[in-house]
């Protein structure tokens, strides 16, 4: 069975592939201190308490934390003997290009939902992960990531008004009512709300005016639903693309690794 582990900025998730389908997901804060033990720990009682017996083989990461990836090697080292696929490391080839500037590095996250989505749509796609930050990946015709756009997170604009100013509160983001607010936190939530179905309309529409042509727009990503319920602005919503890519890079890899 393969442990796929998509680590972000706030969560690290977890889930198991038993070659048909994933078998549950699990979620952590993330934090680069939690060890390999601590892991183990968690992990084990949460698949026992779900009645799975696991047995795992096969790990492939994924983190935009680089530091969280020093512990999951060490767990996957020791309690399952096998040495991890670590997406963006040169030994974990990848099957779609990369088209970027030369010398620069593209977030893990982005390459794996790029794959994910060409997988289930085809080309042509605009990927839009509401995470930490909000990410719009750009995957071409061919598969091949060849950029993007990267956001401040919905929850980092709410956090960043709260911070930087006195008189304003901490504000969990949801749909406000109205676009007019008879109170801070509704101000604050419309502000950040139908500023960012601006901001997704808006980028999209310049996507596709530079790139001359039609483009789907799939969403994911923490914050996803909330965004997905309100507006036309995606084709499809995507649970769980990482999971998905990251156990399509883990297969690549195995069938490029047998036919050498
Ligand atoms: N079901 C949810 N309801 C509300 N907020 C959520 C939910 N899931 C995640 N979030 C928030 O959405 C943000 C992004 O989550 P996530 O996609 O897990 O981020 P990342 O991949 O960057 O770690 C975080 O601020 C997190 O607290
Ligand atoms: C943009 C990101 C911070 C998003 O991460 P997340 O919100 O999923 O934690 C991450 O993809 C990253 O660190 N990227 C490196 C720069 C780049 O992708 O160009
Ligand atoms: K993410």
């Known amino acids: 069975m393969l442990l796929a582990v998509d680590c972000g900025n706030t969560n690290t998730?977890?889930?198991?592939?038993?070659?048909?389908?994933?078998?549950?997901?699990?979620?952590?804060?993330?934090?680069?201190?939690?060890?390999?033990?601590?892991?183990?720990v968690?992990?084990?009682t949460l698949m026992k308490l779900q009645g799975i017996d696991a047995k795992i083989t096969d790990?492939?990461?994924?983190?935009?934390?680089?530091?969280v990836v020093f512990n999951l090697r060490v767990l996957s080292d020791r309690y399952f003997d096998t040495r991890p696929?670590?997406?963006?490391?040169?030994?974990?080839?990848?099957?779609?290009d990369v088209r970027v500037d030369t010398g620069t590095t593209v977030g893990p996250d982005r390459l794996v939902n790029t794959v994910a989505g060409y997988d289930k749509h085809g080309g042509d796609l605009i990927i839009v992960?509401?995470?930490t930050a909000t990410t719009f990946d750009v995957v071409d015709l061919d598969g091949a990531y060849v950029g993007g756009v990267i956001a401040p997170g919905?929850?980092?604009s709410l956090e960043a008004l709260h911070q930087a100013a006195a008189a304003l509160p901490h504000v969990d983001i949801s749909k406000p009512q109205a676009v007019v607010?008879?109170?801070?936190?509704?101000?604050?939530?419309?502000?950040?709300f139908w500023g960012?179905?601006?901001l997704v309309r808006e980028i999209c529409d310049r996507i596709r005016a530079e790139r001359g042509t039609e483009m789907k727009v799939i969403s994911t990503g923490g914050l996803a639903p909330l965004f997905q319920q309100s507006a036309d602005l995606f084709d499809a919503f995507e649970e769980d693309l990482t999971m998905h890519g990251l156990q399509i890079i883990h297969s690549y890899n195995k069938d490029v690794g047998t036919s050498e």
Not at 59 to 67: A, E, G, K, Q
């Open 85 to 96: 696929l670590v997406v963006g490391k040169s030994d974990c080839l990848l099957p779609v």
């Open 154 to 156: 919905v929850n980092l």
């Open 129 to 131: 992960d509401f995470g």
């Open 181 to 192: 607010g008879t109170n801070t936190i509704a101000c604050m939530q419309s502000g950040v």
């Open 196 to 198: 960012y179905v601006g």
């Open 42 to 44: 968690w992990l084990d």
């Open 13 to 40: 998730v977890f889930s198991l592939w038993d070659g048909k389908s994933f078998m549950g997901m699990w979620r952590t804060a993330t934090d680069w201190k939690r060890t390999a033990d601590q892991y183990f």
């Open 59 to 67: 790990m492939i990461i994924s983190s935009t934390v680089p530091r």
